[in-house]
């Protein structure tokens, strides 16, 4: 059976109200799953049945959750074939056949009790989700056993080269629309994004980079409060993080305090290190959106010094509101996602492209001075012999 997770049943019945619109974007799909029961043996001849048919998901490349749904006809369920029963002419049964389901990179396994069966990030990994029944035997007095049956869910980590991240109304997917030929829904209220929208910027030289527009976070995502986990998992798989906030500061609604700029960037930055502290490891850029706005300039200029060297004013904060490592931005950008001018966008384009460089030249280094360690190490274990530590 397949279950789509709260926000895409939102999304199914604007479909339905809107023929004309497609679901664009799945990352997340439940399906049952059953292994096949063993077959019975033979007491006569002490006869072994099959072992029941497994049940794989395995890694494909070209793919999407949604082509997956497709291809799965309305099924109630994934079930692999029962074991062959042993016979006169067949003392050891066949076993059942094995069923793969093929699955887009970049998917974690979860089960429905909450834990985790495995990952499928690049072509040709394979999971084992449902094992198959043992086949009748002496040990088990002949009898097939049934197969493991359980739901699973399939739940994608968008690859992008920067993700964005922000608290809802953020000026997110405006500007997603003004740097890509991505077109997300935009309105002047939160949680505009339910469902990430990657957009592509094209360059006169061929280069392509991704960008995505992940749902907006609030306080306490990171115990998977409003879209909490379904945004974050996203950001794991991207190379740069991009802040996205607003110079006015951001207030979810009358029940909530009003968060300041800072305020705001402080509490993106613990929301991601309680999520997984590694993350913040990542290059991080910051732009301060919205200069558009009445008293834009003044407002950032009182916290120009600060964005630039956060921690200068890390104490005149509550510990709560804290976060033991901050990140170190390698830029900071004030912009106007809506009337930013085509020069602007240019500039920011490129920016992003400039870091986005750095980063490949950076990890390149890396990756040589980690070959250079263990080539030294190599040779020293040659020379030498091994170390007892």
């Known amino acids: 059976m397949v279950w789509l997770t709260p926000t895409f049943r939102e999304a199914a019945k604007n479909l339905q109200k809107s023929p004309k619109k497609a679901l664009t974007f799945i990352d997340s799909l439940r399906l049952h799953v059953q292994g096949g029961a063993g077959g019975m043996g033979h007491p006569k001849f002490g006869g072994v049945g099959g072992r029941g048919g497994r049940v794989y998901v395995e890694g494909v490349e070209d793919m999407s959750l949604k082509d997956l749904m497709k291809s799965l006809k309305g099924k109630h369920k994934v079930k692999a074939s029962v074991g062959q029963d042993s016979n006169a002419r067949s003392i050891l049964g066949r076993p059942g056949n094995d069923v793969v389901i093929q699955c887009p990179t970049g998917v974690t396994i979860m089960s429905e009790y909450g834990n985790k069966l495995g990952d499928v990030m690049k072509k040709g990994d394979i ?206 950008q004030c912009f106007s996602a809506k009337e930013a001018t085509e020069f602007e966008v240019k500039e920011c384009q490129n920016e992003i492209r400039r870091v986005l460089d750095w980063v490949a030249v950076e990890t390149e280094a890396q990756k040589e001075r980690e070959l250079e360690l263990l080539k030294k190490l190599q040779h020293r274990q040659t020379e030498y012999g091994p170390t007892v530590l």
Request: a positive charge; hydrophobic letters at 40%.
């Open 127 to 332: 999971v084992l989700v449902a094992e198959g029944g043992v086949g009748g035997s002496p040990t088990n007095g002949y009898c097939g056993a049934k197969g493991q049956a359980l739901a699973i869910s399939l739940d994608l980590k968008l690859i992008a080269d920067v993700a964005f991240v922000g608290f809802p109304n953020a000026g997110k997917s405006t500007l997603l629309s003004k740097l890509s030929r991505a077109t997300p829904k935009i309105a002047n209220y939160p949680f505009t994004t339910l469902r990430p929208t990657v957009g592509i910027v094209s360059f006169p030289d061929e280069r392509q980079i991704s960008l995505a527009d992940l749902p907006g976070l609030i306080e306490g995502a990171h115990v998977n409060r409003g879209l909490g986990h379904r945004f974050l998992r996203h950001v794991e798989r991207s190379q740069v993080l991009l802040l996205v906030v607003d110079v006015q500061g951001f207030q979810l609604s009358h029940k909530y305090p009003h968060r300041t700029c800072i305020e705001t960037i402080l509490l993106l930055n613990k929301e991601v290190e309680l999520y997984k502290e590694f993350l913040l490891n990542k290059p991080a850029m910051l732009l301060v959106n919205k200069m558009d706005t009445e008293g834009a300039k003044e407002r950032y200029r009182e916290i120009t010094h600060a964005v630039r060297d956060l921690s200068s004013v890390l104490h005149k904060y509550p510990p709560e509101m804290r976060p033991e490592r901050l990140f170190e931005f390698v830029s900071v």
